[in-house]
């Protein structure tokens, strides 16, 4: 099966500030996208804020299995509309793997229902993410851990609804530690979170954390069951 992906990204630092443009210079989506495109099982394409119906229009959604979210400054930008569509076919099967400061993008709060907060410190030390799921498809090919030589901490509490799963959990220099890899059902759909990849640092040019973002799009497209019918039903078994 090929899991049709759409990477969608607020990509509005990459205009406005330097350093993030000189580390993606043609946007955190692509660097996210070109680490998935050598998959033969992924099909994938790429989705911005700025562009018609906030780079997600119907058709697109028709034809995307799973969609990553990356936002941080703009995720008051936004619609309620947008949201609300994505919501929707979250509930209705489609998979979503949100990342990094994507904690704070609307959609996730909205399938969370918790304020989604976490401390952070841009200090740009080392992370080691630890596989606490080695079981897990999400863990796939990543070792006991790996590290990351340069992030922004992100520290618990992260006020999420206990996962339904946890794979990951990151240690920080400073002495933080962070649920970073952890997956929900929603409806139909599952949703996952991967903490890595603040603007400022190379993380989405990674080889684990391509690895780590393909195993969850496969994750959360994984096949399911068919679509429930709600509300007054007729017996389904003939009368007695
Ligand atoms: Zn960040």
Request: hydrophobic residues 40%.
């Amino acid at each position: 099966m090929t899991v049709r992906v759409t990477v969608w990204n607020e990509f509005r630092q990459e205009h406005t500030d330097a350093p993030v443009r000189a580390i993606y210079p043609d946007g955190i989506h692509e660097a996210i996208a070109a680490g998935l495109r050598g998959a033969a099982d992924l099909s994938v394409r790429t989705a911005t804020l700025d562009s018609a119906s906030q780079g997600l229009p119907d058709a697109l959604l028709d034809e995307t299995d799973v969609l990553t979210w990356w936002g941080h400054v703009a995720h008051d930008d936004v619609s309620d509309e947008t949201v609300d569509r994505v919501h929707a076919r979250v509930l209705d099967g489609m998979g979503l793997v949100v990342l990094h400061s994507g904690h704070f993008s609307r959609i996730f709060k909205r399938l969370m229902g918790t304020g989604c907060n976490l401390k952070w410190r841009e200090d740009g030390r080392r992370e080691r993410l630890w596989v606490v799921d080695p079981s897990h498809p999400i863990a796939e090919g990543l070792g006991e851990s790996f590290v990351l030589p340069e992030e922004e901490m992100y520290g618990e509490f992260f006020d999420i609804p206990a996962p339904d799963e946890l794979v990951l959990v990151s240690w920080f220099e400073g002495g933080e530690v962070f649920r970073s890899g952890a997956t929900w059902r929603r409806g139909r759909g599952r949703v996952a979170y991967l903490r890595p990849g603040h603007e400022t640092h190379p993380t989405y040019h990674n080889p684990d954390i391509h690895r780590l973002i393909g195993n969850a799009v496969r994750w959360a497209a994984a096949p399911r069951g068919a679509a429930p019918t709600f509300g007054n039903a007729q017996p389904v078994e003939p009368p007695g």
